[in-house]
């Protein structure tokens, strides 16, 4: 199986990138492909641009990236509550290519943050968005605190109660 991982973040220091590559180091049998959201940077999407310039070449790349996998792991930061710029703008040029952004593919949703809420609030946006756009949520989870429930040394979930809950979750995609 080869599974496409990323996190929703263009930070170099993304701890949501941090726990989807761990997430993603669980499905033993699988390939993964982390990517990373800078390598498909974009001009801010506007309809005007869009006339101007015509499909980008990165939402090109990207689309292909995820057509090509049999499943999907992401990651959202939370930025005030709603998506990170960088993937709302990777997704809404991708979206003006195919409603059907994410081609069916299964996938397993996940989010952090420094603090308690762990970004469920987008979390939660995804969960409920993604069947419009073709994604087949299979299972979440979110990671709350993550400076106190992941080691950072050893890349790994330190609670042991989240860290069997996330490989659970992310056995669904063995299914």
């Given at each position: 199986?080869?599974?496409?991982?990323?996190?929703?973040?263009?930070?170099?220091?993304?701890?949501?990138?941090?726990?989807?590559?761990?997430?993603?180091?669980?499905?033993?049998?699988?390939?993964?492909?982390?990517?990373?959201?800078?390598?498909?940077?974009?001009?801010?999407?506007?309809?005007?641009?869009?006339?101007?310039?015509?499909?980008?070449?990165?939402?090109?790349?990207?689309?292909?990236?995820?057509?090509?996998?049999?499943?999907?792991?992401?990651?959202?930061?939370?930025?005030?509550?709603?998506?990170?710029?960088?993937?709302?703008?990777?997704?809404?040029?991708?979206?003006?290519?195919?409603?059907?952004?994410?081609?069916?593919?299964?996938?397993?949703?996940?989010?952090?943050?420094?603090?308690?809420?762990?970004?469920?609030?987008?979390?939660?946006?995804?969960?409920?968005?993604?069947?419009?756009?073709?994604?087949?949520?299979?299972?979440?989870?979110?990671?709350?605190?993550?400076y106190d429930n992941f080691d950072l040394e050893?890349?790994?979930?330190?609670?042991?109660?989240?860290?069997?809950?996330?490989?659970?979750?992310i056995n669904l995609l063995n299914k």
């Amino acid at each position: 199986m080869k599974v496409i991982a990323f996190s929703a973040s263009n930070s170099k220091n993304s701890i949501n990138k941090k726990l989807v590559t761990y997430a993603g180091s669980l499905l033993e049998s699988a390939t993964i492909e982390v990517l990373d959201l800078n390598d498909y940077e974009l001009p801010l999407f506007s309809e005007d641009k869009e006339k101007v310039t015509g499909t980008q070449e990165p939402a090109k790349r990207f689309l292909s990236k995820i057509k090509e996998c049999d499943a999907l792991i992401v990651s959202f930061a939370e930025h005030n509550g709603s998506y990170s710029v960088a993937y709302k703008n990777l997704f809404d040029w991708c979206s003006r290519i195919t409603q059907k952004v994410y081609h069916g593919k299964p996938m397993i949703l996940l989010s952090t943050s420094p603090g308690p809420n762990g970004a469920n609030t987008v979390l939660t946006a995804a969960v409920n968005s993604m069947p419009y756009f073709d994604g087949a949520v299979k299972g979440h989870f979110s990671l709350p605190s993550f400076y106190d429930n992941f080691d950072l040394e050893s890349n790994c979930i330190s609670n042991i109660d989240l860290a069997d809950q996330l490989s659970k979750i992310i056995n669904l995609l063995n299914k």
